[in-house]
C-alpha cells in the first residue's frame, strides 16, 4: 500500500467506471515476460517459477488493499507492480493501473492516507482519513490478510496433494550414509527400521536418541523389507559432539572420523591410539563432513587437547528419514492448513523477536562482514567456510541469526523441489504478513498503530488526527534501517547461501 508522503494532488480523471484510456506500448511487459522466459532457458524454470510465484504474492497483497479500498468507498488512483519508471500502464476510471521498471514491491495510492497527503475537496469524503476506525484497519490489514489466506491455501493444498506424517511417527529409510553402520547392515532405501536392542522404535527422533546412546556398542537391529523382516547386529559408529571436534583445528560437531593419514578409525579409542602422543602437529584426516554427501581428505589438521575430552562422540548409525503420509482429505486438509498456519503464525513471531534483538543483530551484521569471498588455505578457513555450508534452512537445525533477502529466497525455491517450493511459498507469505503488521511506519502495522491511537483519543467525542509531520522521522529512520537489513540480508545470501536440508 502506498504510504509516500506529501504527495502531489491527483490528476483530474473522469468518474465513469466505464471509462478506459490504455497505452499502446506494450514493450514493458514484453520485456518483462522476456526476461522470466531468459531465466528459465539460462538459469532453471524453477528460477522462473518462483520468481513469478513471488511477483504474484506482491500482487495479491496490494490487491488486498485494493479491494478493501473499493469496498470501504475510499479513492484509489494507482495500482502498480514495481517502483520508477513506467513501463506500461493503462486508466480504467479514476484509476491507473500498471507495471514499473524496478520489481522491488508494489503499491496501490489511496488519497488521504494522512494529513500531509492533499486531497481535493470534492474528494475528502473518500479519503482514507476520513473513514471509521474498522474500514480503516480492514484496508491497511487487508495485505497481511491476503499472504496468510494464500499460506493457509498452500498449506491445504500440501495436504491434500502430498498428504501429513501421522500421528505415530511412522517413517522409512530415505537414503543411507557410506561407510557407516547403516551401510554394513545392508539398510536400503524404503526399509522400515522397527527395533534397536530389543526396543521398538516409535519415531524417528527416539531412533536417534537410542542410536546415540549406543555408539560403539554392538547392537541387534531388527528391520522391514517389503514384507520380510530380517534382525542383524553390527558396531553402531561415531561421530563427534562439538567437545570432540575442539580437539582438532578445522573439524566440526556431526563430522565422523573415518581415517587419519591411511589408518581406519572406527571409535574414539582409535583415534586416541593413532595420535598418541601427536597433539600440535598436523596430520591429514578422512572424514564424513556434515552437510556434505561424500567424505574427502582435510589436509593438515593441527591436533590440539585429544587426552582430557570427556564426551568426545555420540552414537551415529547413517540413515536418512522419510515420513510415512496420510491422506486427510478435503476437510482435513484444510483443517491441517488452519492448525499448521497458527503454528508457523508462533514460529514467525518468536523468529522476528529473536532476530530484532541486539546481540542477533550484531552477530547477523557481522557474520556478513565476516563471511565468504576469502580463499581457503588454512584449516580455519575450511572449518569457517564449511559450518556456513553446514548450516540449514529446517525445523531440526535452524540458522536463527539471519534473515533473508528476496534473492535468497528465490535461490532456495529454485534449487526445491515442487512440494519444497510450495512450503517455501507459504511459510514466506506468513512471515512477510507477520512482518508487514509490525506497529512501525512505513509499514501497515504502523498504520494500525496510528489508527488505532486516534480512535483511543477520540473517545468522548473529539475526533483526534495525528500530525504525520511528527511521525516522519521515524517513518525515514524505520525505512533507512530496513535498506540497511535489506543491503546486508542480500549481501549474505551471495556470500553466505543457504541450503534446504
Known amino acids: ?201 516409535t519415531g524417528f527422533l527416539q531412533f536417534g536418541d537410542l542410536v546415540r546412546a549406543r555408539g560403539g556398542e554392538l547392537t541387534e537391529f531388527t528391520w522391514e523389507r517389503n514384507g520380510e523382516v530380517i534382525t542383524d547386529a553390527v558396531v553402531i559408529g561415531s561421530r563427534l559432539t562439538g567437545e570432540g571436534a575442539d580437539a582438532f583445528q578445522g573439524l566440526l560437531e556431526r563430522d565422523r572420523i573415518l581415517a587419519i593419514e591411511g589408518t581406519d578409525v572406527a571409535s574414539w579409542d582409535d583415534v586416541l591410539t593413532v595420535l598418541e602422543g601427536r597433539e600440535g602437529e598436523f596430520v591429514d584426516i578422512t572424514v564424513d563432513p556434515v552437510g556434505e554427501q561424500l567424505p574427502r581428505v582435510m589436509v593438515d589438521v593441527e591436533i590440539l587437547d585429544i587426552t582430557s575430552v570427556e564426551n568426545p562422540t555420540v552414537g551415529f548409525f547413517g540413515v536418512g528419514d522419510e515420513p510415512l503420509l496420510d491422506n486427510l482429505g478435503l476437510f482435513g486438509s484444510a483443517w491441517h492448513g488452519v492448525t499448521t498456519f497458527g503454528e508457523w503464525i508462533v514460529v514467525s513471531g518468536e523468529a522476528l523477536v529473536q532476530f530484532f534483538t541486539p546481540s542477533t543483530l550484531g552477530n547477523f551484521l557481522s557474520d556478513t562482514l565476516g563471511g565468504g569471498g576469502a580463499v581457503l588455505t588454512t584449516a580455519t578457513d575450511v572449518a569457517d567456510q564449511r559450518e556456513i555450508n553446514s548450516r540449514a534452512l529446517n525445523i531440526r537445525n535452524p540458522d536463527e541469526e539471519r534473515i533473508l533477502s528476496i534473492y535468497g529466497a528465490a535461490r532456495l525455491g529454485a534449487n526445491a523441489s515442487f512440494e519444497g517450493q510450495l512450503q517455501l511459498l507459504a511459510i514466506l507469505n506468513i512471515f512477510i504478513g507477520v512482518f508487514n503488521l509490525l506497529p512501525l511506519p512505513p509499514l501497515d502495522g504502523g498504520h494500525v498503530a496510528i489508527g488505532t491511537y486516534e480512535r483511543l483519543r477520540s473517545v468522548g467525542g473529539r475526533k483526534h488526527e495525528v500530525d504525520f509531520a511528527r511521525v516522519l522521522p521515524l517513518t525515514y529512520a524505520v525505512f533507512a534501517f530496513l535498506v540497511v537489513i535489506g543491503v546486508f540480508a542480500l549481501a549474505r545470501d551471495i556470500i553466505d547461501p543457504i541450503d534446504i536440508g
Not at 13 to 38: C, K, Q, R, Y
Not at 61 to 88: C, D, N, S, V
Not at 118 to 145: F, H, I, N, T
Open 1 to 201: 500500500m502506498q504510504t509516500e508522503t506529501p504527495v502531489p494532488p491527483p490528476e483530474s480523471v473522469p468518474a465513469s467506471a466505464t471509462d478506459t484510456e490504455t497505452t499502446n506500448d506494450f514493450s514493458g511487459p514484453i520485456l518483462m515476460i522476456a526476461a522470466i522466459l531468459a531465466l528459465g532457458f539460462l538459469a532453471s524454470w524453477g528460477w522462473a517459477f518462483f520468481v513469478v510465484a513471488l511477483i504474484f504474492m506482491i500482487f495479491m497483497h496490494e490487491l488486498g488493499h485494493y479491494l478493501t479500498a473499493r469496498w470501504t468507498g475510499m479513492k484509489i488512483t494507482e495500482f502498480f507492480i514495481g517502483f520508477g519508471p513506467r513501463l506500461w500502464s493503462f486508466r480504467k476510471g479514476e484509476t491507473e493501473y500498471g507495471v514499473k521498471g524496478v520489481p522491488a514491491g508494489a503499491y496501490v495510492r489511496i488519497i488521504g492516507m494522512n494529513n500531509l497527503d492533499p486531497v481535493e475537496p470534492c474528494d475528502e469524503q473518500r479519503s482514507y482519513r476520513v473513514k471509521s476506525w474498522p474500514r480503516k484497519m480492514l484496508v491497511v490489514s487487508a495485505g497481511s490478510a491476503m499472504h496468510f489466506i494464500m499460506a493457509i491455501v498452500l498449506l491445504a493444498a500440501l495436504a491434500l496433494f502430498y498428504g501429513v506424517q501421522n500421528d505415530d511417527g511412522v517413517w522409512q529409510v530415505s537414503r543411507t550414509s557410506q561407510a557407516s553402520a547403516a551401510a554394513e547392515l545392508g539398510i536400503e532405501p524404503g526399509d522400515m527400521i522397527l527395533s534397536i536392542g530389543g526396543e521398538e522404535v
